[in-house]
């Protein structure tokens, strides 16, 4: 059987959940102030060597201007989502080995923007080289397709049977429309103090309807150096819980589904009736590129948990795509158990929680 290098990590999130100090955001329902303290002189954190590779930071590190959470997103999903989006987006323009990441300082206040009733959150990841120079900035906007009908006073309309909010639904070319009117004000922004490095966009369309998926990029625009449009492109992007029914998905996802379903007929063998599992694709250009699953089980023992991940894992190398990444959470009821991450490049590690 093959062995499987196990990382014994101090923190328990393992490094995906230092994702959440790697973005600045918005909530343009509040208005945030914050002074930050200028140093005069800044140093670059170190590369941690781990499977990902991830963008060192300036230090001593400083909060964006703009605010520093994303609370006004309807989900930790879409949240979760917007950051790794807008940091994938990133590593297209700006390798990791050459720049370094700070949170936004450009943008200092963006409320005039909470005019814009679709708009739910902005994002500036500043991208520096490492003489302290700037790079590039990747901007992100996180649009509801949902908006709410008003009176000529502003006033929400109602449905006079239900008194329910009377809402709408913006389609997907409003909606990117909108951003890129969006997208424009914000690059005018910028060019007064960056006239030069390029500025990427990355635009989330978040979701309204299913509360177990995130939203999904459709969008991305390129600002070339010294301009101030975007070229803009469409991004195919969608996702699919599991387990879900074959029915109109055979023909694309049919392979994934039966796959998923063997992969929880096996787990429930080994402990019946005690494990619950559930998955997330995302799909890119109609192939899968990433899938994460969750276990919930029960466990009397660290050697049972040892066990049932080393064959999760064995029944996870038979059930699914080989060249997407693969995340495996395997939790009890109240405390995580063991992570195990395979990379699309096939790199993997398993983690096992010694609490």
Known sequence: MKKYRTKWIRFAGVGILSFSLLFSGCDLSKKTEQKTEESSSSIISPTVKVNEE????VLPYKRSLINGRL???PTRLDANHFEL???ELAKTEFDPADYVFQEGQILKDIEWLSQEDMLYAV???????EDGSYGGVVIGLSLSPKYYLRDDKGKLLRDPKTNMAISKMYTDDQLKEKAKKIA???????????????ILIGVMKLQTEKVNLPGNFILYGKVANGQSSADWKDMNESYLFLPASANGLKDKYGDLILGFNRFKDELDRFLPGYAGVTGLARIVNDEVVELTIHVNAEFDSTVETIQFTQFAISMSNESFPKDAQLNIYINTIDQPKAIYVRQSNGDDFMHIYRD
Do not use: W
């Open 54 to 57: 991830y963008y060192r930071g």
């Open 85 to 87: 989006g807008l940091i």
């Open 123 to 129: 994002a500036e990841h500043d991208y520096l080289k």
């Open 71 to 73: 609370s006004s997103l």
């Open 184 to 198: 424009n004000e914000i690059v005018a922004t910028i060019r007064k103090t960056l006239p030069n490095p390029p």
